[in-house]
């Protein structure tokens, strides 16, 4: 038997917030992910939408080049409002 | 019909209960080309908002100075992108977006076609410009609808340095000789007024406010903030010991507010239908950076479309 895709799902749990990944399943395609996810991830109705992703189409940084990717923004610190020193009678800043 | 007449009125009741509409659920077409304009709109003002201060990367007068400009004109592009991608949930393409701004048909901040003389001019646009833009934009972060609501937290926590280092650019020139206060002064002259202006027109004028509140994708009349933003930044500029020009400006004790002088209208819709001293070259920078980034945009489909070509090659 050919492996059933896995797909990457994603919920909603409330109209105004984003969808955030909760996990991943097995389906031969996307609406029988959306099935499946509905019974797996959102029994208690923890859910308004989902998404679901299959998992081959996700992109994933490389974690050996996290260094590379992320150390540019730690000595960065000008990009944070304490950087700039105001005086403290200053109101709504 | 009635079917329309219920989905309107589950509609205006998520939006009556404070709950958000999110891109897939159904909306009146009205709601869905306002959030268009106004979106688009402002994502247009963050991408043409970056060219005054651009202007001044180059020669900001230390290091320190000039890597905050740089960190702050990056910000606003990716405000810019923020904002387009929640447009397009809407259902309007990226290229129909840049068509409109490209070919004047879309509006941007007014503000941006002003000029930038001076570095003083720097810290007047992150302090009052930027400034603005946040009393507008913090009320944003609970619009109706979703996907901006969502934008709006992101831009707005960014924001938070903007302001804060435009006022301290002023803050160190005000301390300074006669001369780099007279320029502080002298910028605040010059971007007061505008700065009010960004707020748009008096309530009485603006037809569109009242169904936006409605909708929730406003909260906040044009003339309340303009006159949070008034109460807010005068003790402001005592601290700095300069003065806005406005000899009407005066604190009421009776209102707790500070009354302040017409603003000139005819000026403002003359810089909207494109009369500002900057308009058209602003526009000319835009439309020049597209065409000019077109090749980049090709080699990146090409190359794209290559390695494709090459992956299906070595599987079959
Ligand atoms: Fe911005
Ligand atoms: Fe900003």
Known sequence: ???????????????????????????????????????????????????????????????????????PAHDKIYRHPTFYKLPDELKHM | ???????????????????????????????????????????????VGMLPEGNWITRAPSLKRKLALLAKVQDEAGHGLYLYSATETLGISRSDMLDQLHSGKAKYSSIFNYPTL???????????????????QVPLCRCSYGPYARAMVRVCKEESFHQRQGYEILLTLCQGTAEQKEMAQDALN????????????????????????????KRFSND?????????????????????????LKYNELT????????????????????????K????????????????RDAATAYASKVEMKVSISAA
């Open chain 1, 1 to 71: 038997m050919k492996d059933w895709p896995l797909f990457e799902i994603f919920i909603r749990s409330k109209n105004g917030l984003n969808h955030k990944h909760v996990g991943s399943l097995h389906a031969s395609d996307a609406p029988m992910a959306i099935q499946n996810a509905r019974d797996v991830y959102t029994r208690r109705n923890e859910g308004v939408s989902i998404w679901v992703v299959e998992a081959t189409y996700i992109t994933a940084s490389n974690p050996d080049e996290k260094e590379a990717l992320f150390d």
């Open chain 2, 1 to 47: 019909m009635e079917q329309i007449n219920s989905l309107e009125q589950r509609f205006q009741s998520i939006i009556d209960k404070d709950e958000k509409i999110e891109a897939r659920d159904w909306m009146p077409d009205a709601y869905r080309k306002t959030l268009i304009r106004q979106i688009s709109q402002h994502a247009h003002s963050e991408i």
């Open chain 2, 118 to 136: 001076s570095w003083a001019d720097i810290g007047a646009i992150g302090w009052l410009v930027d400034g603005a833009a946040i009393m507008n």
């Open chain 2, 190 to 217: 010059r971007w007061w007024w505008p700065s009010l202006m960004m707020f748009g027109p008096g309530d009485a004028d603006s037809p569109h406010s009242a169904q936006s509140i409605a909708w929730k994708i």
């Open chain 2, 224 to 248: 309340e903030l303009r006159q949070r933003f008034v109460d807010m930044t005068i003790p402001q500029a005592n601290i700095l010991g300069i003065s806005v020009p406005d000899p009407l």
């Open chain 2, 256 to 279: 707790q507010h500070y009354d302040f002088g017409p603003i000139d209208w005819d000026e403002f819709w003359s810089v909207v239908n494109g009369n500002g001293p900057c308009n």
């Open chain 2, 281 to 296: 070259e602003r526009l000319e920078a835009r439309v020049k950076a597209h065409e000019q980034g077109a090749w980049v």
